[in-house]
């Protein structure tokens, strides 16, 4: 199967609070797993991305954590702020024959408010 | 770099017209992709090329629609005829194969409204 599931449809956290986007696969042949960032009128651009051989990912305030076994991964964005407000998307790909193919999770809306 | 280049922005069309959607990938890239985004279906990958060649267009929903790339550096998604429910916005996209860790890199996206 090609199916990336994301949850949840949508957030709303405080300034400062630690929004938590959860996404599940099925296809074990994935091995890349990126989330991009949305603005409105804006098309998605890459965050973070992480490979399977490793069970976290920081950078600066973002954060994917990696549960291979339960085939399950994670964003997080500490101390989250109003400009953090915009779509996040999961994604997963199969890098094998040179082609990274993506398949997107439905995507998240999250909203930071003041 | 001037990114991926995607034109028009905007288009509004008659139910019947032919749309041709256009997009310029990042010089060097040699995979394209064209998504569609719909608030119902998510962003959805219609079909993607690598070294020119179409490698996967089962994403296409009808014979309706139709992409080329003739080069390294133009592609195009047309649809004829187009129809109210081919209302979405249409990313074009871009990667170095082989380079996941550099992503995709989207353009600004097409708006398509169908009336």
């Known amino acids: 199967q090609q199916q990336v599931k994301q949850s949840p449809q949508s957030l709303i956290v405080q300034k400062g609070g630690i929004p938590i986007i959860n996404c599940a696969y099925e296809?074990?042949?994935?091995?890349?797993f990126p989330w991009y960032q949305q603005f409105p009128g804006k098309g998605p651009a890459l965050l973070i991305a992480?490979?399977?051989?490793?069970s976290e990912k920081k950078e600066g305030r973002f954060t994917i954590s990696f549960n291979k076994s339960a085939k399950q991964f994670s964003l997080h964005i500490m101390d989250s702020q109003p400009g953090d407000s915009a779509t996040y998307f999961c994604?997963?790909?199969?890098?094998?024959?040179?082609?990274?193919?993506?398949?997107f999770g439905a995507g998240t809306r999250l909203a930071v408010h003041p | 770099d001037a990114g991926v280049i995607q034109s028009p922005r905007h288009e509004v069309t008659e139910m019947g017209q032919e749309v041709t959607l256009r997009c310029k990938p990042i010089?060097?890239?040699?995979?394209l992709f064209w998504y569609r985004q719909t608030m119902m279906r998510g962003l959805e990958l219609l079909i993607y090329?690598?070294?020119?060649?179409?490698?996967?267009d089962s994403g296409m929903p009808e014979d309706r629609f139709s992409a080329k790339m003739p080069n390294a550096s133009f592609s195009t998604l047309k649809i004829q005829p187009s129809e109210p429910r081919d209302s979405a916005v249409y990313f074009c996209?871009?990667?170095?194969?082989?380079?996941?860790?550099?992503?995709?890199?989207f353009g600004s996206g097409t708006r398509l409204t169908v009336v």
């Open positions: 994604a997963a790909s199969r890098g094998s024959g040179g082609y990274n193919k993506l398949i």
């Open positions: 996209a871009s990667s170095l194969t082989g380079q996941p860790s550099y992503g995709y890199t």
């Open positions: 296809n074990t042949a994935f091995d890349y």
């Open positions: 992480i490979r399977p051989d490793v």
């Open positions: 090329f690598n070294n020119n060649v179409p490698i996967d």
């Open positions: 010089s060097g890239h040699n995979s």
